[in-house]
């Protein structure tokens, strides 16, 4: 947990899957939710804010150089958003960039779950290596909670 407990236990538990074939990489994500009348989605248009809402994020450091990314995001109403994340003195998040991929979701009595399609085609990385890195976040607004893979500490 990031907020609002740093390093506290998260209350609410996600699983992620992630599987590729020769053309497409795929994610799943079951983000369980105790109240799922409790689930924040308002945002339906593509690359909106999502401080108002539930969602999972994720990026892609293609080449772990670990200063460029790919960014993705999603709500539980299927919206995406999605950006390149670039090298510079402050850094870019160039939200223009709109990658082709599908997402996928479901709410239901568990919480939320989404299906996300990338093709390959869609994002650059050195095919002869065969290790990227990667991070997932999850956000339960009504308690503004936030949940990272790997964390960092405010110090």
């Not at 994500?29 to 248009?45: E, L, M, R, T, W």
């Not at 999972?56 to 960014?71: E, L, V």
């Not at 991929?101 to 989404?114: M, P, R």
């Amino acid at each position: 947990m990031q907020e609002p407990k740093e390093g506290g236990q998260p209350t609410e538990q996600t699983q992620v899957r992630i599987a590729f074939d020769n053309q497409n990489l795929y994610i799943s994500v079951i983000c369980y939710d105790s109240n799922p009348s409790g689930i924040k989605a308002f945002q339906k248009k593509r690359d909106a804010s999502l401080e108002t809402d539930d969602g999972f994020k994720w990026i892609f450091d293609t080449f772990m150089d670990k200063r460029s990314a790919y960014f993705f995001e999603i709500n539980p109403f299927g919206l995406r958003g999605d950006a390149l994340i670039s090298p510079g003195q402050s850094g870019t998040f160039n939200k223009d960039w709109d990658g082709i991929w599908k997402a996928w979701t479901h709410i239901g009595d568990f919480g939320w779950s989404a299906e996300v399609k990338i093709p390959f085609r869609s994002i650059n990385f050195d095919s002869k290596k065969d290790v990227w890195g990667i991070n997932f976040q999850r956000t339960i607004r009504r308690k503004n909670e936030e949940l990272l893979w790997t964390g960092h500490r405010r110090n």
